[in-house]
């Protein structure tokens, strides 16, 4: 099944899938495009390390690598059209996070792991490809009401809750601004036990970026928490709002400001 969703998705930011086939025993097989570089969370990790620490050992200015910094969000909105495109197909990934995103070596920003996926049957009427239906199961991991599928310290609260039938493009566009959250703070929105993180992220109860960031740009913060509001219908309606507005944000000075923005 994740073969069969992965293949169908062809997408500069979505693996390729080469074949899906059996072994004589039967075992089940897929090959795919083999990917040199590391995940988003390295990377991020990368760069809030050299962030915290000085050539002397003590902390740095904020943000005193603006290049490296920029280049994450640039990644970011990379990850951004990469989920849009899937919604508009009808997917939705359900596990997103920095681990589940490759950065390669050139440029390369590509979205993993679509293990998780479910195709809806239902996309975009000005989409000119047909929604993805796989032939080999129901078309997603069998989900039982009540049941939380994902990471918890990057779920939508509906994922946390297991309503089932209320996953949508939103509760993507949660994962991307718990995502963000991450870039920007160098930790995931929610840390400690899982039964505690999932009680946290039902209730929408994480420390704003710029309590552990100070230096944060507020119209960013601002842009993560609208991302990650608690009620679907209060965050972006798409994956790709969301990223005009990080967009927005990187023009050129006296370019349009994020929606988000008074």
């Not at 169908?8 to 693996?15: A, N």
């Not at 009808?90 to 996070?97: A, E, I, S």
């Not at 989409?127 to 991991?141: I, M, Q």
Request: glycine share 10%.
């Amino acid at each position: 099944m994740e073969a069969e969703i992965t293949g169908g998705l062809e997408h500069p930011g979505i693996v390729p899938v080469y074949g899906l086939g059996t072994y004589p025993d039967g075992r089940p097989y897929y090959a795919m495009r083999f990917i040199r570089g590391d995940s988003l969370k390295e990377a991020i990790a990368a760069f809030h390390s050299r962030e915290a620490s000085g050539n002397d050992g003590k902390r740095a200015g904020p943000r005193t690598d603006v290049v490296a910094f920029r280049n994450l969000l640039r990644r970011f909105l990379d990850v951004c059209n990469a989920i849009e495109y899937a919604h508009s197909r009808g997917v939705l990934h359900r596990d997103l996070k920095p681990g589940n995103i490759i950065v390669g070596r050139y440029g390369e920003t590509l979205v993993v792991d679509w293990g998780l996926a479910k195709a809806t049957g239902r996309t975009e009427t000005t989409v000119e490809e047909a929604a993805l239906t796989p032939s080999s199961s129901s078309g997603s991991v069998e989900t039982l009401p009540g049941a939380a599928v994902g990471t918890p310290a990057y779920m939508s609260p509906e994922q946390a809750r297991g309503d089932v039938d209320s996953l949508g493009p939103r509760s993507d566009v949660y994962a991307l601004g718990a995502t963000l959250y991450c870039l920007l703070t160098g930790k995931a929105p929610f840390e400690g036990k899982v039964l505690e993180v999932l009680a946290a992220v039902k209730e929408g109860r994480f420390r704003a970026p710029r309590v552990l960031r100070p230096e944060t740009d507020k119209a960013l913060e601002a842009i993560c928490l609208k991302a990650m509001a608690l009620k679907p219908e209060d965050r972006y309606e798409s994956a790709r709002a969301l990223a005009d507005d990080i967009e927005r944000l990187l023009a050129p000075a006296g370019a349009l400001r994020p929606r988000t923005v008074p």
